[in-house]
């Protein structure tokens, strides 16, 4: 489904955007890892890959930092070649009331969850115009679209990532470049482990399928997006949250 190609993902150390570099190598592409952190984990899951026959690179780098994103981009078209396909699934949260929130969590969150997008679409875009092929895929988020209390940070970026996938996707359209946002719900990951008990099971309730998503369940969906057989779908929003938010 995607051989021949070579995929970016950001934060691909852990989560989702592990599951999504394990489905898109076992797919037949090319995966290049972002961490900042998790070196060994990142390390960990390019072995994985490799044992499975596939194709993994490192590439660490903070997404929140413009400099170094140019440079680690820079060296990844020099060594691994052209990126036609770009995952900025990278996140973090740092929750509290707004009247409690701190200026630093702020925009901590903002950079790194919003404005990564932008200077990491930036740094890449180029390779895939010159292409005349690209799939950019959004990890967003169902609190985008139904707000969360203690998340006004997180909310505001992950909302943010919604209207910048709508613009850029006109742009790009006449490149035959897609750009496509998802919006999980709640997924099993280090980022949801964290939340109180009480929290995860008002969640539970509440999700009419009853249970929490895995993280293979968005990585299918990124894959087919990612796909040739997604061609003709852009600029639109995907929820995967076990029916909590159907919008
Ligand atoms: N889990 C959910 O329920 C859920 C729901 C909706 C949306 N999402 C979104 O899905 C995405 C993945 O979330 P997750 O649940 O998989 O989170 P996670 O398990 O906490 O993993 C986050 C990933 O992002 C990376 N990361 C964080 N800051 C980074 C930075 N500055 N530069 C580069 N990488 C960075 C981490 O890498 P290192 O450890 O190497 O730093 C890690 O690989 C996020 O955008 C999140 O907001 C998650």
Avoid at 193 to 222: N, T
Wanted: net charge neutral.
């Amino acid at each position: 489904m995607l051989t021949g190609k070579i995929a970016l993902i950001t934060g691909a150390s852990r989560g989702i955007g592990r599951a999504i570099a394990m489905e898109f190598a076992r797919a037949g592409a090319e995966v290049i890892i972002n961490f900042h952190r998790s070196k060994e984990k990142a390390e960990e899951l390019a072995k994985e890959i490799e044992n499975q026959g596939g194709k993994a690179y490192l590439a660490p780098f903070d997404v929140a930092n413009p400099k170094e994103i140019k440079e680690a981009v820079k060296a990844l078209e020099e060594k691994v070649g052209t990126i036609h396909i770009l995952v900025n699934n990278a996140g973090i949260t740092k929750d509290s009331l707004l009247l409690k929130m701190k200026e630093e969590d702020w925009e901590s969150v903002l950079r790194t969850n919003l404005f990564s997008a932008f200077y990491v679409t930036q740094a890449v875009l180029p390779m895939m115009l010159k292409n005349r092929w690209g799939r950019i895929i959004n990890i967003s988020s169902v609190v985008a679209f139904t707000g969360n209390p203690g998340q006004t940070n997180y909310c505001a970026a992950k909302a943010g990532l919604i209207g910048f996938t709508k613009a850029l996707a006109l742009e790009v359209a006449g490149r035959n470049i897609t750009v496509n946002a998802i919006a999980p719900g709640y997924i099993e990951t280090d980022m949801t482990e964290k939340l109180p008990e009480k929290i995860k099971e008002v969640f539970l309730q509440e999700i009419p399928l009853k249970r929490a998503g895995l993280p293979e369940e968005v990585a299918y969906l990124a894959l087919f997006l990612a796909s040739e057989q997604a061609s003709y779908i852009t600029g639109s929003v995907f929820h995967i949250n076990g029916g909590l938010y159907r919008g």
